[in-house]
């Protein structure tokens, strides 16, 4: 992986705990220059020499003035990990448009907005590569994750249409579906035991 990252600006989104820091990490060792944007900045000490630009991601603005400073600062943008997310876990029949609508804003519209920012500097440079966090509450869906599961699953449909419209530029667009324990999945309901053991 060295050779394949050496002298490569990597901007991961949501990169600052759980499973986005262990990609700016594994991304770091692999010799990419890594930035990371997120609400907070990163606690783990190894982390905190990087890059940290704190963006909201539902501001399309802002998002794109944080990709361009990235640009400005390094020269260019090899790869964009769209990691960043929120959950606000609720059955669907007691869920509110509030939260609907917070979750969607981060998770669809956020990655839409990264991946917007990055595309003409992607085309100027005729290369570059997306790597988008989708997840099995999208694919297969869980109890009480209608907002996260629906927006997972659109990103998904989202990097299909992004590498077609893309293609031509050499450059590629791709998920990732992980399960991994982390504080995204500690709101899952599991009120049942066919839940718990779901769950588990």
Known sequence: MQQLLTDKVVLVAGGTSGVGAGIARVLREGGATVVTCARRPAEAPDLAELEFHSVDLRDADAVRAM??????????????V???????????FNMS??????????HLNGTFYVS??????FKAQNSGAYVHMTSTSGLIGNYG?????????????????????MKRYNVRSNCISPFAWSRMIGTIPSDTPEQQARLE
């Open 116 to 121: 917007r920012a990055a595309a003409p500097h």
């Open 82 to 92: 769209n990691n960043a997310g929120i959950l606000r876990d609720r059955f669907f």
């Open 145 to 165: 994750q209608a907002n996260y599961g629906a927006a997972k699953l659109g990103i998904a449909s989202l990097s299909k249409q992004i590498a077609m419209d």
């Open 67 to 80: 990709v361009d400073d990235i640009v400005a600062r390094h020269g260019r943008l090899d790869v964009v």
């Open 97 to 106: 448009l509030e939260e609907w609508r917070a979750v969607i804003d981060v």
